[in-house]
């Protein structure tokens, strides 16, 4: 069965950096384009970022923009979200999400996605 699974959440304080990755078991996501999301507390959850499978495009929350980067190996079947600059307001629980369409972009409707990760949590606090 197709199973994502993030990792590389914790507690950071603030204007630190944290990378977490989205790896796949049983297939190969280079089909597939892929968004971050976070769900932060008491909030809906929202897109942060995507990267597309054709090209390998990417797309950024205003949000976030400038301060987060998604990238993706290949070789490791794993995509990365690089966190930059971290806030209190960047807590929130993080998910990656796989879709079939070539292109996404960060206003690219949450139908669109096909299968989740269970999320890890990160926490920005001193």
């Known amino acids: 069965q197709l199973q994502l699974v993030e990792s590389g959440g914790g507690l950071i304080q603030p204007g630190g950096s944290l990378t977490l990755s989205c790896t796949a078991s049983?297939?190969?996501?280079?089909?597939?384009?892929l968004g971050w999301f976070r769900q932060r507390p008491g909030k809906g959850r929202e897109v942060v970022a995507t990267?597309?499978?054709?090209?390998?495009?990417?797309d950024y929350a205003s949000s976030v923009k400038g301060r987060f980067t998604v990238s993706k190996d290949k070789s490791k079947n794993t995509v990365y979200l690089q966190m930059n600059g971290l806030k209190p307001e960047d807590t929130a629980v993080y998910y990656c999400?796989?879709?079939?369409?070539?292109?996404?972009?960060?206003?690219?409707?949450?139908?669109?996605?096909?299968?989740w990760g269970q999320g890890t949590q990160v926490t920005v606090s001193s």
């Open positions: 999400a796989l879709s079939r369409n070539t292109m996404l972009l960060v206003t690219t409707p949450t139908d669109y996605y096909d299968f």
């Open positions: 049983e297939f190969s996501m280079d089909a597939y384009s």
């Open positions: 990267i597309n499978s054709r090209d390998s495009d990417t």
